[in-house]
């Protein structure tokens, strides 16, 4: 009866044994299970915000890159040459019908520097000839006056250059009537790359609220949500090797139970815009150190003599076009910095061009060469 005893307890023990340990698998298996799953949301949750900022990121690089490669680069710094700034309409040009605005306008104030009189004969009193010296300008010379006009750009300051322009009557009395022609000197870019950021920004910030459908999210069982009383900003920098981009569009991801937030979304784009920006300013101010030459239709600006000026970075390419209208007067910018470039790449040069009135332009500046002739001259 003891033994029968005994072996009941142990029976007993066993079962109760059996079913603790029955109890700690399973609650070992869903604490697993529910672990897992958490991680899969998570995991999950992680995908769904991935994809909502890659989707806007491409948002905001595709209206940039279409704005500057196709407006701003070809229409010198303008999203709209047309758009009235600052109440000025700047002149322009057209170039594969595309409006290209003119930086600077050349024009000859002609003067005569030197005349030559000659006395009248001897004996013009008895002969009845006029008695007057017969003067003629024997050296004709163009004071060339610029208009400069660039982007969003004010704070030109003005340097005159007075010239003499001898004037003779019909016998023999000449006078210096002074004239006077105007340089300018850009201090700075500053303004003009404001004007210009500004302008993109704009742009970005118009083109991102209409690309940017969080609707289309929906099918994948994702929810995304402005954050409530929340305001789209966008700002640009243009910076000395590529432009930075920030859009601040506070939003709220779902997907299940689980959710995450985007305060702003950030590009950076490798296109060297300041670069060429300084680049086209130099380019007029070197045009203006011609201001007083013998009479001509056009001032002539041979450009090898400051290729090295220009192509910095060894790989700017500067060329001279013909534009719509048949003139040598449209200058191209052509930077090959962001061709094959990792992690973004571009299948073109980015062109930023302009024009210039009454301006001889000779020569070109191929990238990565030495060759300064003008062997190479595009037109």
């Known amino acids: 009866m003891q033994k029968r005893g005994q072996v ?18 399973y609650l070992s298996g869903y604490k697993t299970t529910k672990t897992a799953k958490t991680q899969a949301q998570v995991a999950g949750n992680s995908d769904a915000k991935e994809i909502v900022k890659a989707y806007a990121e491409n948002c905001i690089r595709n ?13 010198g710094g303008y999203l709209d040459p047309n758009e009235i700034s600052s109440n000025i309409v700047p002149p322009k040009t057209r170039f594969l019908e595309k409006d290209v605005p003119y930086y600077l306008e050349a024009t000859c104030n002609q003067y005569c520097r030197e005349v030559r009189c000659i006395p009248p004969p001897q004996d013009c009193e008895e002969t009845g000839v006029s008695c007057c010296p017969t003067c003629t300008c024997i050296q004709h010379m163009c004071s060339w006056n610029y208009n400069i006009k660039l982007p969003h750009i004010s704070n030109l300051i003005a340097v005159s250059h007075p010239y003499c322009n001898n004037v003779c009557d019909g016998c023999g009395n000449c006078q210096c009537i002074g004239g006077i022609s105007y340089t300018y000197t850009l201090q700075d870019i500053s303004e003009g790359l404001a004007g210009i950021s500004a302008a993109l920004t704009n742009h ?8 940017f459908n969080t609707d289309i999210f929906k099918v994948g069982g994702i929810s995304v949500v402005k954050k409530q009383g929340s305001v789209i900003n966008s700002q640009v920098s243009i910076n000395e090797e590529d432009i930075s981009i920030e859009v601040n569009y506070p939003i709220i991801i779902k997907q299940g139970t689980i959710e995450a937030s985007i305060e702003s979304f950030k590009v950076n784009l490798p296109i060297r815009l300041k670069a060429l920006y300084e680049g086209a300013k130099e380019f007029i101010q070197n045009i203006q150190e011609n201001y ?20 910095k970075n060894q790989l700017t390419g500067i060329y001279i076009k013909n534009s719509d209208f048949n003139q040598k007067e449209i200058v191209q910018f052509m930077d090959y910095s962001n061709v094959d470039l990792k992690p973004i790449s571009y299948p073109r040069a980015f062109i930023f061009q302009f024009a210039v ?11 990565n060469s030495d060759d300064t002739s003008c062997n190479n001259q595009n037109t």
């Open 8 to 25: 009941t307890l142990f029976i007993i023990l066993g079962v109760v044994l059996i079913v603790i340990f029955g109890l700690v698998y």
């Open 63 to 75: 209206a940039a890159e279409n704005a500057l490669f196709d407006k701003i680069g070809l229409q």
């Open 204 to 211: 970005i910030k118009t083109e991102f609220q209409n690309c």
């Open 292 to 311: 007083d030459t013998p009479v001509l239709e056009k001032l002539p600006y041979h450009l090898n003599n400051d290729c090295q000026i220009y192509n």
């Open 357 to 367: 009135k009454n301006v001889d332009l000779m020569c070109s500046c191929p990238p």
